[in-house]
């Protein structure tokens, strides 16, 4: 069995607080903090720093479904089951603040105008649940996940369906871009993390770590970090490490038949697609996200 190599994506910290499966996470502006909501009804503050104390916000009268840091990262708004939104209402804009866009259960993702507060455009090519949904970083795109085991990606320009991958074998939970927008991490209940290429749209990487279904991710504001919660409660930050290998290289070196992620793509012809990139990357760099680090985070009293 080959050695892990020091440069795949690593797990940097591992926060334990939680009473309930983890539901959303969100780093702060200057990557200092990281926030998490959960089904205990509660919201966490973890510090990156080793040692450094932890707290809990209580207040929520049910599940919190939603954290988000202020652009400042001075304000930091949740919402709850309990239909209460504190702080103020986190919705996913576009990066102008044009646009709104939401994820629904009625199978459908709906692209809202912020001024004349009208549905621009409805996209209704997911089978099941839309779980979530979020704005490329340049803003002319959209991805969304499912529970049919989906992610789509949309031009909100044309609303043309760009890319459609087929990679969990679960409903895919969240999904977050990095910041280059060449990147899209995923999590699912099938409990593993996968990160996609946008620009070849591959699988690059299958990162497994939770013990049960893996309900949210996010990118830190730099893509140097992103962090997952699960449903064992637990929080882990994962270094990026994109920078180490040029991914660009590797795959010009041999583009394997039948490589592009479509709804036609097996499991299986993926899971050998992904081995073959990462022999490829690792005769180059021996470059990719990577797991540092392994413990449990400070617990408010």
């Not at 038949?257 to 697609?273: I, K, M, N, V, W």
Request: hydrophobic share 35%; with cysteine; aromatic share 10%.
């Amino acid at each position: 069995m080959t050695a892990p190599c020091p440069e795949d994506p690593s797990l940097e910290r591992h926060f334990k607080g939680h009473r309930d499966a983890v539901t959303s996470v969100d780093f702060s502006l200057n990557t200092k903090q990281l926030a998490s909501g959960s089904m205990d009804s509660c919201l966490m503050v973890w510090h990156m720093k080793p040692q450094s104390r932890a707290y809990r916000f209580a207040g929520h009268k049910d599940a919190v479904t939603c954290v988000n840091f202020s652009p400042s990262g001075h304000l930091l708004a949740s919402g709850s089951r309990d239909k209460t939104v504190r702080i103020w209402v986190p919705n996913v804009f576009s990066p102008d603040g044009r646009l709104i866009v939401s994820a629904s259960d009625d199978k459908t993702v709906k692209l809202w105008d912020k001024t004349s507060r009208e549905c621009v455009h409805s996209y209704c090519e997911h089978g099941g649940f839309v779980t979530y949904v979020d704005f490329h970083p340049s803003g002319t795109c959209i991805a969304a996940a499912g529970m049919d085991n989906t992610v789509k990606v949309w031009d909100v320009r044309t609303h043309r369906l760009l890319q459609h991958y087929q990679l969990h074998s679960a409903a895919v939970n969240a999904l977050s871009f990095h910041p280059s927008g060449n990147y899209l991490v995923t999590a699912s209940s099938d409990s593993t993390l996968k990160i996609l290429d946008l620009m070849e749209g591959r699988l690059l990487y299958t990162l497994h770590g939770h013990q049960g279904p893996a309900t949210t991710v996010a990118f830190s504001r730099t893509g140097e970090y992103f962090a997952s919660g699960g449903s064992d409660e637990q929080v882990m930050v994962w270094k990026s490490n994109f920078d180490v290998v040029d991914y660009g290289e590797v795959l010009r070196v041999q583009r394997p038949p039948a490589a592009r992620a479509s709804s036609s793509g097996t499991l299986e012809e993926e899971a050998r697609l992904a081995k073959d990139i990462w022999s490829k990357a690792s005769a180059f760099t021996q470059g990719g996200p990577f797991l540092l680090l392994n413990y449990s985070g400070p617990q408010s009293p």
